[in-house]
């Protein structure tokens, strides 16, 4: 039921920021061009073809890395503030450390920025969006706290290579996400199956090199270069299933949001009370000698609190949480004790994990200021898929429209009426491109690629239409902007 404010013009304030998003090895291909080095997903997809659902992989993907004028141009053409992309670390530094350093590679990056600049569009770039070198991974990668050094020289590189560019920089892109490619989960690389300790140990090496990036900002960079530096978090909204499932809910949220977003950005620093005490008991249930739940020094904890000028938010879709234990022994699935489940009845899109549920949007946004004061918010990642075949079904994509105003509403809620301080939008994504484990079957571009057809053309689909005239009049306007839209199109 919509209420009456639902069909009215919404406006957002004129220095709101609109953007639109891409990550290397989704969108780039030349997986091995011009010196770039093996990712963990080049090597784990190329090991086991059978993990996504139709065997194809990023190799080639949309091709960005010699069409990314086309891409530039699709930016512009939409209005954006911004483009958020991510920089692949082994294209430029193929063995991961600095003993290399792939100049094509760093070329290829600094075209991408001057076509931005040259159209007015700030770049954002995501400085490590899941694709690790390889050569750091047999090293033990994310498992292992030292590669936290490697990252810091990583970001040194970036920033004075592109800083006096560059002005906004998201360290990690979802540790909470990547980090499951380290507890067996196959659908992230680099496949680990080491459940319940091995996603804890991501965890922890992440959020020391989030902020050793972030330390080394400050001291050398930012007086000169004057940019700002965050971290994007991705969270679902979890829903009480049953009155009495409340505890559950705050348990979900600080396990999958709280893991990464306290010790960051809450005033006590360190992972959320709740996780150091149910980790630590169940380890104990396991006659384990300590917590699988690594321990930060008080020193740590201070040096990873308060490292980000800004929080990243990637939101798609709300998850009911209910009492119960549910995943593998040991896992930080069972250590959050909730069982996460969804109503069948929520209107569904092309991802099995994705239903359209807007106000646990604006939900999300009040949690996060309650949790952590009025820290500024900017969106990294909102959107919607489908696995529409035809053409016609592809490029008239009401879905999509839909899914955007009514969580562009719900946002807008969120800052006007609860005083949320969100400072941007960015939608997910710019282009069809290469959707992980489930590869070119789902859909979340704004543009439309046949990757059957080797020109990899990209053609508007009606959603971005709809988007670009709000990134340019910041009005969201009332009902019955479907027919607008599909008007411009036909
Ligand atoms: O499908 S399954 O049920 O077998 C496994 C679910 C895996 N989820 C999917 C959503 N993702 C958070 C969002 O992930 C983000 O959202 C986009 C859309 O997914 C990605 O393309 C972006 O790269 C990523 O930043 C977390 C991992």
Redesign the pocket.
Known sequence: TLRSEDNEELRFDDNFLFGVAS?AY?IEGAWNEDGKGESIWDHMLHEHPEYTEDRQNGDVAADSYHRYRDDVKIVKEMNMDFYRFSISWPRILPNGDLSLINAKGVEYYNNLIDELLANGIEPMVTMF?WDLPYALQELGGWANRHIATYFRDYADLLFKTYGNKVKWWITL??PQ?FCRGYSGDH?LAPGVEHPGVGEYLCGHTALLAHAHAYHLYEETYRAKQKGEVGITL?SFWYTPKTENDKNAAERAIQFWLGWFANPVFSKEGNYPQVMRERVAANSAKEKLRRSRLPVFTQEEINYIKGTADFFGL?H?TTNYAEEGEEGKTPSADRDAGAIITQNASWPSSG???LKVTPTGFRDLLNWIRNAYGDVRIIIT?NGFSDRNTTVDGILLDDGRVTYFEEYLREMHKAIYTDGVKVFGYTA??LIDNF????SYQER?GLYYVNFSDPSLTRSAKKSSIYLGEIALTHVVPSQGVQLIASSILL
């Open positions: 990550a989704q969006h892109n979802e996400s659908f991705n990637n798609y991802s099995d994990w990642e997910w994504t959707e992980w484990l489930h979340f």
